[in-house]
């Protein structure tokens, strides 16, 4: 992986710059993350909050939960950083919204518990029923 890291929404009016390596990447099964890309998974990064700059633009905030945030573009609609207030050093940000996405492999799913039963993947990563190795919970 070649640092940093860029990447921003579809219409380019956000951007943001990661300056080290994140912590892991998953692939997200949970109903609140299908919901809000329209897809039966997302791909995401895990990093330490400190190391992410916003380099153009700002995003807008959206409580999607009680626990949690989504940081968005207010133009385009792409969904670019989920948070939880109450971990503030760490954030996740969607791995697809990366310039060159390729750099990074997920190591595992998440909230399989929620998986859309007609979507596999092809793949034969570790799955978890809820939150991956590592969560607080």
Same mark, same amino acid.
């Given at each position: 992986?070649?640092?940093?890291?860029? +990447?921003?929404?579809?219409? +380019?009016?956000?951007?943001?710059?990661?300056?080290? $390596?994140? &912590? &892991?990447?998953?692939? !997200? &099964?949970?109903?609140? !993350?299908?919901?809000? $890309? +329209?897809?039966?998974?997302?791909?995401?990064?895990?990093?330490?909050?400190?190391?992410?700059?916003?380099?153009? +633009?700002?995003?807008?905030?959206?409580? @999607? @939960?009680?626990? $949690?945030?989504?940081?968005?573009?207010?133009?385009?609609?792409?969904?670019?950083?989920?948070?939880?207030? =109450?971990?503030?050093?760490?954030?996740?940000?969607?791995? =697809?919204?990366?310039?060159?996405?390729?750099?990074?492999?997920? @190591?595992? &799913?998440?909230?399989?518990?929620?998986?859309?039963?007609?979507?596999?993947?092809?793949?034969?990563?570790?799955?978890?029923?809820?939150?991956?190795?590592?969560?607080?919970?």
């Amino acid at each position: 992986m070649k640092l940093p890291l860029e +990447g921003g929404c579809l219409c +380019g009016a956000v951007r943001y710059r990661i300056d080290a $390596a994140p &912590h &892991h990447a998953d692939y !997200c &099964h949970c109903r609140m !993350c299908q919901r809000a $890309a +329209g897809a039966p998974v997302v791909p995401w990064l895990t990093m330490a909050s400190a190391d992410l700059a916003w380099t153009a +633009g700002e995003p807008a905030v959206y409580r @999607s @939960s009680p626990a $949690a945030e989504r940081l968005f573009c207010s133009t385009c609609g792409s969904q670019l950083v989920f948070r939880e207030p =109450a971990d503030p050093g760490t954030l996740d940000v969607t791995l =697809a919204s990366l310039d060159d996405p390729a750099q990074i492999r997920p @190591s595992h &799913h998440i909230w399989t518990s929620s998986r859309i039963a007609w979507f596999e993947t092809a793949d034969d990563l570790p799955r978890y029923p809820e939150r991956g190795p590592g969560s607080a919970d």
